[in-house]
């Protein structure tokens, strides 16, 4: 089984405190919404699970793993984090052949990834040309070219047209059937009650909520309406009088 297993993750900026002991467990076979408020530390978490930066104390492990111990991670845990990660220059198919000649991953995966993620047509221009979207579409491509167990997406609808919205979640719904450990972080709430099985809900770097979506929405009307009342209060940013304080 091919968990995520964050176990007292703590990261400090700083005075900032992005995580406070976080800890809890991602299951294969369910996607699972990663919400909270802006700076509720979502995309902190994502990145200590790649390594990407140090955790203050604690652990967060793929696979019984650090990151960082896997020859080839692609084929272990895919991940999009940053659409701009792509070289402007380069063409879509060029950057993803790239990352498969170093993972040793075969080149006719590199059409597979293209055509499940829609820019087959657009394989052969370069990224600096490439909208919001399409850089989307790249980095869920490059996430996918592995053929990895766990997925992590952090926003990834993230100007995405609403054609791409439907695709993504047809994708992320088949990862999970198929086996996988699916993370999703979204401020998407329509689309995390279609999407997700299970929900992780962080306000100011801790955990509020680990609960499966019909347990977690429960009396509520919707989703939003929940998680409106969970993290009511922490939220770092609240709008007040017209104004972001
Ligand atoms: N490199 C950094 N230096 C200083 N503070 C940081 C850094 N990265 C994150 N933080 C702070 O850590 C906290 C958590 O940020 P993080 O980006 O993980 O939140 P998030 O839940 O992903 O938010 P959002 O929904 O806005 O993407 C915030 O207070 C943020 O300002």
């Given at each position: 089984m091919t968990l995520i297993e964050?176990?007292?993750?703590?990261?400090?900026?700083?005075?900032?405190?992005?995580?406070?002991?976080?800890?809890?467990?991602?299951?294969?076979?369910?996607?699972?919404?990663?919400?909270?408020?802006?700076?509720?530390?979502?995309?902190?978490?994502?990145?200590?699970?790649?390594?990407?930066?140090?955790?203050?104390?604690?652990?967060?492990?793929?696979?019984?793993?650090?990151?960082?111990?896997?020859?080839?991670?692609l084929r272990h845990v895919g991940a999009l984090l940053d659409a701009s990660?792509?070289?402007?220059?380069?063409?879509?198919?060029?950057?993803?052949?790239?990352?498969?000649?170093?993972?040793?991953?075969?080149?006719?995966?590199?059409?597979?990834?293209?055509?499940?993620?829609?820019?087959?047509?657009?394989?052969?221009?370069?990224?600096?040309?490439?909208?919001?979207?399409m850089r989307q579409r790249l980095g869920l491509a490059a996430a996918l070219l592995g053929d990895p167990s766990v997925l992590l997406l952090d926003e990834p609808a993230n100007g995405l047209d609403p054609e791409g919205i439907v695709q993504l979640r047809r994708l992320t719904r088949r990862l999970a059937q198929e086996g996988r450990t699916v993370l999703i972080s979204s401020h998407l709430m329509s689309e995390m009650a279609q999407t997700a099985d299970h929900l992780v809900v962080l306000g100011r770097g801790r955990l509020l909520a680990d609960a499966p979506l019909d347990e977690f929405v429960g009396e509520s009307a919707s989703l939003e309406e929940a998680y409106f009342a969970l993290t009511a209060g922490s939220a770092e940013f609240t709008h007040q009088e017209g104004t972001l304080s």
């Open positions: 964050i176990r007292e993750l703590t990261k400090r900026y700083g005075p900032v405190c992005a995580l406070d002991g976080l800890t809890v467990t991602v299951r294969p076979g369910r996607v699972t919404g990663f919400l909270g408020p802006n700076g509720a530390g979502k995309s902190t978490t994502m990145r200590m699970l790649l390594g990407l930066d140090r955790p203050t104390s604690g652990t967060a492990l793929v696979g019984g793993r650090p990151y960082a111990s896997y020859d080839e991670p990660a792509a070289h402007p220059g380069r063409t879509a198919r060029d950057h993803l052949l790239t990352l498969a000649l170093t993972h040793r991953i075969p080149a006719r995966r590199v059409d597979e990834v293209l055509e499940e993620t829609g820019l087959a047509s657009a394989a052969r221009r370069r990224v600096r040309a490439f909208s919001l979207g």
